[in-house]
């Protein structure tokens, strides 16, 4: 159990348009999902924190208007990247908290690597 | 913990080497997890170890192994007899952000050469 997926898992864009990326919880319902972002050989960072039903909480210096996050239901959280550019080329990756069953463990997508041309 | 130090950004062994990452963490906690994930060229992020800060005692899995000691705030992770597959980068990482997010290392690339 707790299997989260991440939709695509790779993409390719041109300079100005916009990608969703998808993060479900497949087996349980999340009510927190974490957006992390991870350039080349760096370390993973979080962006935003995303509750079901609630706005998106954003870390110092990332964009909201650019960073669109959208937690519609406790399974699925999408993140849009908005006229996307050559420095969004990340390694996006969500992950889930489930604390009905433990308020500390936390479940990883695959990640969505986006690579803007 | 609020801070988690993994100072070594490299290491390269030969197969069949024994190998330790190192993980230092800062913490005004009283209760506190630390995490180790490995992360393959592919990019998922492999969950390895979860421990509180309770339990000090050491763990073993296989030909891993995690040396928790509160008194240097340390949770050190050895590979014994590594194999190439073991080439990764690994992470340590705690709950410890104002979101209840993970607080990741820099992590440790490790390449295990035949």
């Known amino acids: 159990g707790a299997v989260v997926s991440q939709h695509p898992s790779r993409v390719i864009c041109k300079s100005g348009t916009s990608v969703k990326i998808e993060c479900r919880s497949l087996d349980f319902q999340a009510t927190t999902m974490f957006w992390y972002r991870q350039f080349p050989k760096k370390s993973l960072m979080l962006m935003a924190t995303s509750n079901e039903g609630s706005k998106a909480t954003y870390e110092q210096g990332v964009e909201k208007d650019k960073f669109l996050i959208n937690h519609a239901s406790l399974t699925l959280s999408t993140l849009t990247v908005t006229s996307a550019h050559p420095e969004d080329s990340s390694f996006y990756i969500c992950?889930?908290?489930?604390?009905?069953?433990?308020?500390?463990?936390?479940?990883f997508g695959p990640g969505t690597r986006l690579t803007v041309t | 913990a609020q801070k988690v130090t993994q100072a070594q950004t490299e290491i390269s062994v030969v197969e069949k080497e024994d190998v330790t990452l190192d993980c230092v963490y800062e913490t005004r906690d009283t209760t506190y997890y630390l995490f180790w994930y490995k992360q393959p060229p592919s990019g998922e992020l492999v969950f390895l170890i979860r421990?509180?800060?309770?339990?000090?005692q050491n763990e073993i899995s296989g030909r891993y192994s995690w040396n928790f000691q509160k008194s240097t705030s340390s949770f050190n992770f050895t590979i014994t007899a590594s194999q190439v597959v073991d080439s990764a980068v690994y992470f340590c990482a705690s709950p410890g952000g104002s979101q209840g997010n993970l607080i990741f290392g820099k992590g440790t690339k490790l390449s295990v050469k035949p």
């Open positions: 992950s889930a908290s489930y604390p009905v069953r433990d308020p500390w463990e936390q479940y």
């Open positions: 421990r509180n800060s309770f339990d000090e």
